[in-house]
């Protein structure tokens, strides 16, 4: 059985952090800089700015168990959306590679809630509106996933997609 790979590139980009910390919260700031090519990003982006360093990596198709065991291995996390404009960002990130299925991201239905892996709450939400989404009570499709128009499906967890390490 063939395994179904992303290809990989990388580059990085800096903003002092003066510029990161007036503008880390303005989506529109950097949703032109991602359109007007002011900030280049790949397949890999890092961002340094006010002391933080944040990481994007879209790897090869694997089940949201396996992708979770592979960012672990590598000393990562999967990665937690907070925002509107990690969102933005991370979207970004999956359109650069062509890739047209959802990411897995740290997301997981657990108990009677959906939870961030590294324990964050889950204040901002981007679900997708179709129809049949049943993020309020799943029963088999309890993962988070990433769609390259920026909005989040539950799916089952077996299904074998790319991810997001962070």
């Known amino acids: 059985m063939l395994e179904s790979t992303a290809k990989l590139t990388s580059s990085t980009f800096h903003l002092s952090p003066v510029s990161w910390r007036s503008r880390c919260?303005?989506?529109?700031?950097?949703?032109?800089?991602?359109?007007?090519?002011?900030?280049?990003?790949?397949?890999?982006?890092?961002?340094?700015?006010?002391?933080?360093?944040?990481?994007?990596?879209?790897?090869?198709?694997?089940?949201?168990?396996?992708?979770?065991?592979?960012?672990?291995?590598?000393h990562s996390n999967f990665t937690s959306l907070l925002s509107k404009t990690e969102n933005l960002l991370a979207m970004n990130e999956i359109n650069k590679t062509g890739i047209n299925e959802p990411v897995w991201i740290g997301l997981r239905y657990l108990g009677d809630r959906w939870l961030w892996l590294n324990g964050d709450p889950l204040v901002y939400q981007a679900w997708s509106q179709r129809g049949d989404q049943d993020q309020l009570c799943p029963v088999t499709r309890r993962c988070g996933a990433l769609t390259k128009n920026g909005t989040w499906e539950n799916r089952d967890c077996q299904e074998k997609l790319p991810f997001i390490c962070a």
């Open 25 to 74: 919260s303005e989506t529109q700031w950097v949703k032109k800089a991602l359109e007007d090519g002011s900030v280049s990003t790949g397949i890999k982006s890092t961002a340094h700015g006010n002391g933080q360093e944040v990481t994007f990596s879209v790897q090869q198709e694997k089940t949201w168990e396996e992708a979770l065991e592979h960012c672990n291995e590598n």
